[in-house]
């Protein structure tokens, strides 16, 4: 009876420890798998990151092509109304002369109004 007891309690004790080793390679697995997700993660928000940062320069550059070729038309337009004006300082020709009227970068409103009919 007694060598019954001891080799229960024998197996008890590798049962135990079969076990506890299982639940080791458990943990140290599921420690590898967290550590592995977290690395994967990092990395995928990384070039996210970097990626943004591209998105956004170009988005940059465009938006100051886009003033730039603003700025451009401005100035050309100012430039444009200046020299008008210049001309018509010299001239000295009615602004409603239809001399003017085609090289008006902006025509003056009609004192007749949009039908003809005086205002």
Same mark, same amino acid.
Do not use: K, N, Y
């Given at each position: 009876?007694?060598? *019954? ?9 590798? *049962? ?6 299982? +639940?080791?390679?458990? =943990?140290?697995?599921?420690? @590898? ?9 990092? /990395? ?7 990626? *943004?940062? /591209?998105? *956004? ?5 465009? #938006?100051?092509?886009? #003033?730039?070729? @603003? /700025?451009? =038309?401005?100035?050309? &337009? /100012?430039?444009? +109304?200046?020299? &008008? &004006? ?6 000295? #020709? ?11 970068? #902006? =025509? ?9 009919? =005086?205002?």
């Amino acid at each position: 009876m007694e060598q *019954l007891h001891l080799r229960t309690l024998d197996e008890s004790q590798e *049962l135990r420890q079969e076990a506890e080793a299982d +639940v080791a390679t458990i =943990r140290e697995r599921s420690r @590898v798998r967290v550590e592995r997700v977290r690395q994967e993660t990092e /990395q995928r928000l990384s070039r996210r990151r970097e990626l *943004l940062d /591209q998105e *956004l320069a170009e988005f940059h550059a465009a #938006i100051e092509l886009e #003033i730039e070729s @603003v /700025q451009e =038309r401005v100035e050309a &337009f /100012q430039t444009e +109304v200046s020299q &008008f &004006f210049e001309q018509l300082s010299r001239a000295r #020709i009615p602004l409603s002369s239809p001399l003017w009227h085609p090289r008006c970068p #902006i =025509r003056p409103p009609s004192p007749t109004g949009p039908r003809g009919v =005086r205002q």
